[in-house]
């Protein structure tokens, strides 16, 4: 029903109220129109710090300064707002967006047709047709986002690690990733998946699709519980082996603990790329130390690389027993 004139001054907008009928979709319905809409472009925002629960109160990361895919460019190392004209916005830059701490990955043209795949580089999911993808990591969730959300998080004011993904053979995977650990705008680590092509693997970045329209909201729930514990098992196996090789920290003990699957989701990437990290650390303070030692150590961490990126986790569980021990 119209709304009552003499009720106009309550209210600042009355749009709402004074119009004669009101279309919706049907529940039954909703799920597969959802699908079969021509949208332009498909995003992925996956919440890799875990703190936004209220979901109601949570806006996508955009790859422009507005919702609107024509918008103006954006600084993926700002946390500023598009409210903000004296400076670029970054990919949080909706004002309900984490101000850090979300992944965000951006299929332009919908030529993925909506469908994620497993990272054979990092077990996590990914939008299929994303031209490139950004994740600015709030490793401790210590930062929140959103206007007056009720947090006693403060919002972030500056990123820190950056981690870049881009499809250059635009064959709808990601191929390459780039690393910028202290958020100095500087790339310190870069990997591409398309230098370990071979005959028999002539696309490293390949990997099977899965469709949410045909697994709905149960077999996606499924899958990635499946991704979270199988990544979770690879990644205590690496953790004892970097142990046997002294490789280890109090950070790495901590992080071999969990007990949620949202937890070994978190804990099995982090577990294995720090682990990754600190044998890279090791082989380079090895190879200052001994240069006689320097080449062979060079090509251990060229094959621990190569093995790592591609998934082979069996063979570089293996190869870690030939790090040096500290």
């Known amino acids: 029903y119209r709304g009552n004139?003499?009720?106009?001054?309550?209210?600042?907008?009355?749009?709402?109220?004074?119009?004669?009928?009101?279309?919706?979709?049907?529940?039954?319905?909703?799920?597969?129109?959802?699908?079969?809409?021509?949208?332009?472009?498909?995003?992925?925002?996956?919440?890799?710090d875990d703190d936004d629960h209220r979901w109601e109160r949570v806006e996508l990361y955009y790859p422009t300064a507005g919702a609107d895919s024509k918008s103006g460019p954006i600084d993926i190392y700002s946390t500023s707002r598009w409210s903000k004209k004296d400076k670029l916005p970054g990919l949080s830059g909706h004002p309900q967006a984490d101000t850090l701490g979300d992944r965000g990955e951006f299929d332009t043209d919908n030529s993925g047709q909506a469908k994620l795949y497993m990272g054979v580089f990092d077990r996590k999911p990914h939008l299929a047709g994303a031209e490139w993808g950004a994740w600015t990591v709030d490793a401790e969730a210590r930062f929140h986002g959103g206007s007056a959300t009720?947090?006693?998080?403060?919002?972030?004011?500056n990123v820190a690690e950056v981690v870049r993904y881009s499809d250059t053979d635009t064959n709808g995977f990601f191929d390459?990733?780039?690393?910028?650990?202290?958020?100095?705008?500087?790339?310190d680590f870069k990997v591409c998946l398309l230098d370990y092509k071979s005959a028999s693997d002539p696309s490293p970045d390949r990997t099977a699709l899965v469709d949410p329209r045909q697994l709905r909201w149960q077999g996606l729930h499924q899958w990635f519980n499946q991704l979270?514990?199988?990544?979770?098992?690879e990644a205590l196996a690496v953790y004892r082996a970097a142990w046997r090789r002294g490789l280890t920290n109090p950070e790495l003990d901590k992080l071999a603990f969990a007990s949620s699957k949202a937890e070994r989701y978190d804990h099995a990437?982090?577990?294995?790329?720090?682990?990754f990290r600190e044998m890279r650390r090791h082989l380079d303070s090895q190879s200052r130390q001994f240069p006689d030692r320097a080449p062979a150590l060079r090509d251990l961490e060229s094959n621990l690389t190569?093995?790592?990126?591609?998934?082979?986790f069996t063979q570089y569980i293996t190869l870690i027993a030939e790090v040096p021990a500290r």
């Not at 009720?150 to 004011?157: F, Q, R």
């Not at 190569?306 to 082979?312: I, P, V």
Request: hydrophobic letters at 35%; a negative charge; aromatic letters at 22%.
């Open 5 to 48: 004139p003499k009720f106009d001054a309550c209210f600042e907008h009355q749009a709402w109220r004074r119009m004669d009928e009101v279309f919706y979709m049907p529940h039954e319905l909703g799920y597969e129109a959802f699908f079969t809409n021509r949208w332009r472009n498909v995003y992925l925002v996956f919440d890799e």
């Open 150 to 157: 009720p947090s006693p998080k403060p919002m972030a004011t």
């Open 176 to 187: 390459t990733v780039e690393y910028d650990y202290d958020g100095d705008r500087k790339v």
């Open 228 to 233: 979270a514990e199988e990544s979770w098992v």
């Open 269 to 275: 990437y982090w577990l294995k790329e720090k682990v």
């Open 306 to 312: 190569k093995l790592y990126y591609t998934g082979n």
